[in-house]
């Protein structure tokens, strides 16, 4: 079973940025399509942030929320995806988590229904 672990989040002020990491536990990270996903406080649902695809599909998705404020990248060589986040507002306090799955595509994946694979999430606090 594939384990995804994020780091990075923390307080961070409005109008500033920070980058999100998630490393993965095995070494086929390349064969899944790779998604970030926010949950704001006090609600339960995952909304999905921005996902890209396997290593033989170049296509990214940015949901309305993330586009032009947030990239998506990944290394497949180290096991790795990455959120960098910038102009960060309030409204993007929440626990983000990346998320994996195979045999998808990056729409279907940021609608949060055919992810297999979490990680536990990772806070983020953008406040004064």
């Known amino acids: 079973q594939l384990q995804l672990v994020e780091s990075g989040g923390g307080l961070v002020q409005p109008g500033g940025s920070l980058t999100l990491s998630c490393k993965g536990s095995e070494f086929t990270l390349n064969y899944y399509t790779l998604g970030w996903f926010r949950q704001a406080p006090g609600t339960w649902k995952r909304e999905g942030l921005t996902?890209?695809?396997?290593?033989?599909?170049?296509?990214?998705y940015y949901s309305h929320p993330a586009k032009g404020r947030f990239t998506i990248s990944r290394d497949d060589a180290k096991e790795m995806v990455y959120l960098q986040m910038n102009n960060l507002k309030p409204e993007d306090t929440g626990t983000y988590y990346c998320?994996?799955?195979?045999?998808?595509?990056?729409?279907?994946?940021?609608?949060?229904?055919?992810?297999?694979?979490w990680g536990k999430g990772t806070l983020v606090t953008v406040s004064s």
């Open positions: 996902c890209i695809g396997d290593s033989d599909d170049s296509e990214v």
């Open positions: 998320a994996a799955t195979r045999f998808t595509t990056v729409q279907r994946m940021c609608s949060t229904e055919y992810v297999t694979n």
